[in-house]
T-cell receptor, first 113, second 112 residues
Framework: DAGVIQSPRHEVTEMGQEVTLRCKPI?????LFWYRQTMMRGLELLIY????????DSGMPEDRFSAKMPNASFSTLKIQPSEPRDSAVYFC???????????FGPGTRLTVL | SQELEQSPQSLIVQEGKNLTINCTSS?????LYWYKQKYGEGLIFLMM?????EEKSHEKITAKLDEKKQQSSLHITASQPSHAGIYLC????????????FGTGTRLKVLA
């Protein structure tokens, strides 16, 4: 298996623009997690899905953030409109079962100018 | 305040030296995970501890869970430059709903 795949790896955009981050989890995994990592706040859980259903989105910072998982092999995290304070590395991770090892993707480094 | 505090925040050691990283929770632990992150990359799972007193080892890395103290320690024996990176502990503070959080991280540098 190729592991968790994220795209793009780097994204530079201007304030106010819409940003869409993509994730392909490991086949067979039933949990998918979206995290954000910054120097100030560390690694934060934004939202997670179980069998494509959002379970807990309490970590999503604002209504500008939304996430979807239309099927078991694809998820998106959208920021609209983007702001400079959204600049961070966004990670997607998947696991088989909640209490098991999470496999992380390489991350998307987002810079909002 | 952080629910998962790691100490130290950063560590520089000479190759061959032993070191310990601590992770302390302010809430009851239902599972404790250790991950390693190389700079600019994603996290790699190291090990998971679920029972008080549980101790696991992987190569030269040993982790232990003290449930009563709500604390875990990660010990590296005879450190090597390949051990350099950021070590993060993650925990599940289940209280009706799953809540997965990560610690503040410990940056480790090993001097050759």
């Amino acid at each position: 298996d190729a592991g968790v795949i994220q795209s793009p790896r780097h994204e530079v955009t201007e304030m106010g623009q819409e940003v869409t981050l993509r994730c392909k989890p490991i086949s067979g995994h039933d949990y998918l997690f979206w995290y954000r990592q910054t120097m100030m706040r560390g690694l934060e859980l934004l939202i997670y899905f179980n069998n494509n259903v959002p379970i807990d989105d309490s970590g999503m910072p604002e209504d500008r953030f939304s996430a979807k998982m239309p099927n078991a092999s694809f998820s998106t995290l959208k920021i609209q409109p983007s702001e400079p304070r959204d600049s961070a590395v966004y990670f997607c991770a998947s696991s088989f079962g909640f209490y098991n090892e999470q496999f992380f993707g390489p991350g998307t480094r987002l810079t909002v100018l | 305040s952080q629910e998962l505090e790691q100490s130290p925040q950063s560590l520089i050691v000479q190759e061959g030296k032993n070191l310990t990283i601590n992770c302390t929770s302010s809430k009851t632990l239902y599972g404790l995970y250790w991950y390693k992150q190389k700079y600019g990359e994603g996290l790699i799972f190291l090990m998971m501890l679920q029972k008080g007193g549980e101790e696991k080892s992987h190569e030269k890395i040993t982790a232990k869970l003290d449930e009563k103290k709500q604390q875990s320690s990660l010990h590296i024996t005879a450190s090597q430059p390949s051990h350099a990176g950021i070590y993060l502990c993650g925990a599940d503070h289940t209280s009706g709903t799953y809540k997965y959080i990560f610690g503040t991280g410990t940056r480790l540098k090993v001097l050759a």
